[in-house]
């Protein structure tokens, strides 16, 4: 073979296979953000940190949840949306840093259409800044930089996401997957052997997870702090955004845990959010509602019935049904739940270690 038919054959495959890719992450794309149980796939885990930035742009929200694997898998907008008749975005991801907290946060003020953001806190934990952001995450990908201004040439970098992006390729067929395995009327409800956030903790779980998780410790380093400290001043000046943050409702088995193993710490780090938060809406126009769900109440009460739990699917996942619970709460709907955890930012609370504040 000659050299310019070589090339010419090369440069054939390359377009061919680059064409291929372009029109399936196309198809995939319009088929998970127009499907009724689209939505659902933005409660799994995979290449989520690539394609949510672009599903955000495409949705259009007007409340978007912030936040780890707690927020991905407890928030379902298939829920959520027609409970509170909103369009709701999932801005969970899988270990999420406190950088990319604040850089999501960002994202989603960047966004008109965004009038509620709801983040959990445990976004801010840790002891070190051993891992700025995690894997897949990519700033162009926001609307705007750390520093607020607008992303240059964002448009080419969401159309290289979206539909050149290896990681596009990977989430898309994930999604695709899991919806083609979805029967006549089924919702991921139906599937908890493909839609893990519906599944359940069973005893075999509770007492491997409690096992895995028997040292941790919920801690504010200094550098979380200032990533905290960072998002409270991005949303400083959004009268128009209302903005909700809470201590999320682990198991209390689980929060025994963290009593046993850092108690002074695990009451630091409430209080430093809780000072923070009172200073940020003494003197900013955007305000901060502080719910702490970290306690006793009827969700992290939870005990396992006929093997298995109601709530959770393991000691610090709680299920999508929960997360319309706790949203009804911090949006005071709450019905049943008027009283589930406390509002930290009410007139007088009292902290789990039975401290009042006023």
């Known amino acids: 073979m000659s050299a310019k038919r070589y090339l010419a054959w ?13 029109v399936f992450n196309a198809f995939a794309d319009l088929y998970i953000l127009h499907d ?10 995979g290449f989520e940190r690539v394609l949510k930035p672009a599903w955000l742009d495409s949705i259009k929200p007007s409340l978007v949840f912030v936040g780890s694997s707690r927020m ?23 270990s999420i840093t406190a950088y990319e907290a604040r850089r999501f946060t960002q994202d989603a003020l960047g966004h008109p259409s965004v009038k509620t953001i709801v983040m959990a806190l445990d976004a801010f934990t840790g002891d070190n800044e051993a891992q700025k952001f995690g894997p897949g ?54 599937r908890p052997d493909l839609f893990h956030a519906y599944s359940h903790m069973t005893t075999n779980i509770f007492r491997r997870d409690l096992a895995n998780r028997d040292e941790r410790v919920l801690q504010m380093g200094p550098w979380q702090h200032q990533q905290f400290d ?29 009593l046993y193993n850092d108690r002074a710490d695990f009451f630091a780090f409430k209080k430093t959010v809780l000072d923070d938060v009172e200073r940020h809406n003494a003197t900013c126009e955007g305000k901060i509602a502080l719910f702490d769900f970290l306690n006793h109440n009827a969700i992290t009460d939870d005990t396992l019935k006929d093997g298995h739990s109601a ?28 009283n589930l955890g406390v509002e930290l930012t009410g007139p007088s609370v009292t902290l789990l270690s039975g401290q009042k504040h006023d």
Not at 36 to 45: K, Y
Not at 82 to 92: E, L
Not at 317 to 338: E, Y
């Open 230 to 258: 960072d998002t409270l001043n991005a949303l400083c000046d959004r009268g128009d955004v209302h903005t909700i943050m809470f201590f999320p409702p682990d198991n209390y088995a689980m929060i025994e845990r963290y």
């Open 36 to 45: 009724r149980n689209g939505p659902s796939i933005q409660t799994v885990s």
């Open 10 to 22: 090369f440069l054939s495959v390359v377009t061919f296979a680059v064409a291929a890719l372009v």
């Open 137 to 190: 995450f990519d700033e162009l990908r926001l609307t705007v930089t750390p520093d607020g201004k607008p992303t240059p040439r964002r448009p080419l970098w969401m159309f290289t996401t979206r539909y050149l992006s290896g990681g596009a390729a990977g989430m898309h067929a994930l999604g695709l997957y899991m919806l083609l395995q979805l029967g006549s009327g089924q919702t991921a409800a139906d």
């Open 72 to 94: 991905r898998e407890g928030f379902d907008p298939v829920l959520i949306d027609p409970a509170f008749h909103v369009r709701s975005f999932d801005y969970g991801v899988s």
């Open 311 to 338: 709530d959770y699917i393991d000691l610090i996942h709680f299920r999508p049904p929960v997360g319309v619970r706790l949203l009804r709460r911090m949006l005071g709907t709450g019905g049943k739940d008027a």
